[in-house]
């Protein structure tokens, strides 16, 4: 019965799969536990708290080469995490742009988009990285160049962003009458940064309440209030308050005998991963872009045109949005290509999780399996929450069924 009765088969058949699915994990284990018992190695993660003995040249944390391992995962960790966010961020501006522009009705930026898209999504990533690596390392003048009234080089931005073969140097946030930060324990927290992110989301939340109201009285009277200043209102007010409250301003880079003292520092490996993980993912979600506009009924831009809309705004208003739906599941890969991509970083010597627990950790410790399982779990877990935030804004934007 548990086999033909069509009630139970489905049910049979999965519990025998569980079960043989169980048995082999449980050989997988026992095998791996006895070989390393034979070459006289325990299974542990112990060495996580073993003092490192290794220098991390770019963090996000305070880390010694006194710190532990597990330290020093964190850093790698922090390291990639920030490197996939700005990619994703940057890569999905460039992608979006890049994939209405190739539908343009204009000849030569279409092409030269088609262009763009096609040698990035042809060669490799790993040899872009090098190549815009080794041009800034290269090509890019050194900081002396910047000194004297006979300089080769200057600043950009006012003097306020410097290019040279040492990295990229860019103003950073400063507050004169700074809150202080909060101690967790393994990393301190500012709780500026915290009093910025609060006022920002108070600033989203009562954005929101406004177009909501807006739709409303459309909705009523049949014309859209303007909203436009209100909105710009809503952000620049209490941001604006917040950061005279606080004597918010940048700190400039200045040159300072060999070297640019002040501002933030981006090493050319960091810079280089960024710019790499931008253009050639930012060339794969072009395409996703363009296949979801073109999957949208044509009728729906010539009954927008009829309206009175502009392209522009039909584009971003009847288009864009129904064409979400389409894009977005592909994105989700994207996103995770980024994040596994950043592992390409020790190519150029950025320290992040594959460098440093899955490099000098495990040369250091001889505990490659405990290593390659910890590696192995903590990008799946960032994958598994970056699918679980896309799926979730996936169905947010989905067509509702009345």
């Not at 532990?68 to 390291?79: C, P, T, Y």
């Not at 994939?99 to 040698?119: A, P």
Request: hydrophobic share 55%; with cysteine.
């Amino acid at each position: 019965m548990l086999l033909y009765d069509t009630r139970y088969r489905s049910l049979t058949l999965q519990f025998i799969a569980l079960v043989l699915f169980v048995l082999a994990a449980w050989w997988l284990v026992t095998n791996t536990v006895a070989n390393l018992k034979a070459l006289g190695k325990d299974f542990s993660f112990g060495f996580l708290t073993v003092r490192s003995g290794y220098d991390i040249n770019q963090r996000l944390i305070e880390y010694t080469s006194d710190s532990s391992h597990g330290r020093a995962m964190l850093v790698g960790l922090l390291n990639t995490l920030l490197l996939a966010a700005l990619s994703c961020v940057t890569a999905t501006i460039v992608g979006v742009f890049a994939g209405v522009l190739r539908l343009s009705e204009n000849w030569l930026i279409s092409r030269l988009i088609g262009f763009y898209v096609e040698i990035f999504r042809n060669i490799p990533l790993v040899l872009w990285i090098l190549l815009i690596f080794a041009v800034m390392t290269e090509s890019m003048p050194a900081p002396n160049a910047f000194r004297g009234e006979n300089a080769t080089s200057s600043m950009l931005f006012f003097d306020s962003v410097a290019i040279t073969n040492r990295g990229v140097y860019v103003p950073e946030p400063l507050f004169d009458r700074s809150l202080g930060n909060i101690d967790l324990g393994i990393f301190l927290v500012s709780v500026d940064l915290l009093a910025i992110l609060a006022v920002l989301a108070v600033c989203i939340y009562a954005w929101r309440k406004l177009k909501a109201h807006a739709s409303a009285v459309q909705n009523a009277t049949g014309v859209r209030p303007t909203t436009w200043w209100k909105s710009l209102l809503i952000f620049a007010v209490p941001l604006l308050a917040l950061k005279l409250a606080l004597g918010f301003h940048l700190g400039m880079p200045e040159l300072k005998g060999f070297n640019f003292a002040g501002g933030t520092y981006m090493r050319n490996s960091f810079f280089a991963m960024w710019v790499a993980l931008t253009l050639y993912t930012g060339a794969f979600i072009a395409e996703t872009v363009r296949g979801g506009i073109l999957a949208i009924s044509r009728g729906q831009s010539e009954a927008a045109f009829a309206l009175g809309l502009r392209p522009g705004r039909t584009m971003s208003l009847v288009i864009l949005p129904q064409a979400l739906r389409v894009i977005i599941p592909p994105m989700i890969s994207q996103y995770l290509n980024i994040t596994k991509n950043t592992s390409l970083a020790l190519a150029v010597g950025y320290m992040d999780l594959r460098a440093t627990l899955g490099g000098i950790t495990i040369n250091q410790t001889g505990r490659e399996l405990e290593g390659m399982l910890l590696l192995m779990l903590t990008y799946l877990v960032i994958s598994l929450i970056i699918s679980m935030v896309m799926n979730w804004y996936n169905a947010s934007v989905r067509l509702k069924e009345r």
